[in-house]
């Protein structure tokens, strides 16, 4: 009876998160990996910064106007009364630690990496978690187009190193000045408001606080109206507008294959001059795998220094989905031999077997749960390994192990002391 009720109340991993399990979890880590390996060629260094971060650094650094800030963080009260959110995204929090260790003072720009989770309370559907992870880069402190071309292709050349063909939109969403953004807010504005009947009514209340955001409504309607709408590249200031040319220009010069769509505005408040995003076929209605632009305000807005910058992020979990089961697997570490005992003596020895191998650094493993020799082979086989190193009465008499080799199914008989050797050459 208590079973039953045991098994009933059994928990769950909280709605919209997952657990990664194996085999699976060695392709989401070499992914990780393989992502800061690329970013590291390319000279951006890991930083890691906290999993929380005061409110307030979200709210002025992603924006008051995002939904991600008003719909979307998990934030909460410590004991000490503070206001702490889990960090929704690493861009502001990346920037904060900039800021706060002066890391603008060195050579500019700064650039780094990072690669871990982020939490959303968004309501979770396939590629939507609550808890999922992002790799990402950001190069802080200059406003030269090439950084932003260098930015763009190194996400796209990762993207595809990873197996996918992603379409790169382009955008640059110009600058908050009367003379270019703000300008054209008051254009769309007043479209807007003209248009506010056609809207759909969770589209209305938005008009007058961050316009451009309309572009992003997943409603029929809006969208409908939206078509119609005057659009910022007819808008940007002079500036802004040789800064896009001089970064497709670098893009073409690299042979990155973009997309222009001057409806892309991106969900962040953040945003400057340049905005892109990764798209990936078969995802549904999630289908950025991963996106990004310049933040040329963002480090003045946490308090720091003039710092123009640009990064992207890209999504683990939309990537692992995208690349599907045929995609290539990533190369990942196992064991190279496993060892199989047959009998109490030489089960006995068979973890010290195991363990020499490891002190030498080959990968090994073994049964320990008393299994019979067709188990222990099967495990063998599961295991991945290159080798079954068999140990029986009749071979530890003699010294030996029967070495497998699990690929070609030869097998050969070894001095025990000569096994390490044997793998490794
Ligand atoms: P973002 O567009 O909010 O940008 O997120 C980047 C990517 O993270 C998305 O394209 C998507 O692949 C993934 N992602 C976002 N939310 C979820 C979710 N709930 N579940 C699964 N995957 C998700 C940023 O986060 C900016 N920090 C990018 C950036 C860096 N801009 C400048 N530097």
Redesign the pocket.
Known sequence: MGHHMAQDQRFRAPRGTYDVLPPESWQWLALMRTALDTFARAGYRPIETPMFEHTEVFERGVGATSEVVTKQMYTFTDRGGRSLTLRP???AGVVRAVVEHDLGRGSLPVKLAYAGPMF?Q?RPQK???RQ?W?V?I?ALGSDEPDVDAEIVEVGDRFLRSCGLEPTLVLNSIGHPDESCRLGYNKVLGEFLDENRDALAPEDRARIATNPLRTFDSKEARTIEVMTRAPLISEFICDACRSHFEAVKHSLSVLDVAFTIDPRLVR??DYYTRTAFEFVSEGLGSQN??????R?DGLSEQLGGPPLPAI?????V??ILLARGESAEKFAVPGVSVYVVALGATARSRALSLATELRRAGIGADLDLAGRGMKGQMKDAARSGARWAAIVGEKELAAGEVTLRDLESGEQERVPLTGVVGKVQA
């Open positions: 995204e690493l861009t959303r968004e590629g939507r978690y999922f992002q990402g950001e969900g962040l950025a795998v991963g996106g990004g632009g933040y990064g992207f992020s890209l999504g979990d939309r």
